[in-house]
């Protein structure tokens, strides 16, 4: 096992609770938990349903959604990610279930674009840094069309 430390601030990809989304990320797939008990998606990950203890199954979703918040972010605080300002966080709220909100990065559209409840899609972008050697697949995402 690689230790994550070596690699920061990429994403730990091999924690056991997000292990999966991030190897579905390299398959170009999203994936979120979903409960076989009460069949809600659960995000953020968890070891058990937050609802009713059921087991979670990663569940493969079609990745479209509407924008619920972004964040221009035009100064980055933190060193490693200053060669990437100015650029766009958000908040995209999944078509399967809306009140599960991806904090994500938008692509391919000018803030000035932007608007409340926009459809976005997900795309998949490797996420790299200038000090670390190694990048982690992420899902983001643009807007539709």
Known sequence: ??????????PD?????????????????????????????????AEACPTC??????TRVAGRGTLFSWAVVE?????????K???VTGL????????????????DCTVEALTMDMPMQVVFRPLSFPDVT????APMFAPVG
């Open 1 to 10: 096992m690689t230790d994550p430390r070596a690699d920061f601030p990429l």
């Open 13 to 45: 990809t091999e924690w056991p609770l997000t292990r999966e989304f991030w190897a579905a990320a390299e398959r170009e797939e999203l994936v979120i938990p979903r409960c076989a008990g009460c069949e809600r998606f659960v995000w953020y990950p």
């Open 53 to 58: 203890e059921g087991e979670l199954t990663w």
């Open 75 to 83: 100064r980055a605080l933190f060193k490693p990610f200053r060669d």
């Open 85 to 87: 300002a100015p650029y």
């Open 92 to 107: 995209v709220a999944l078509d399967e279930d809306p009140s599960v909100r991806i904090v994500t990065t938008i692509v």
């Open 134 to 137: 190694r990048s982690v697949m």
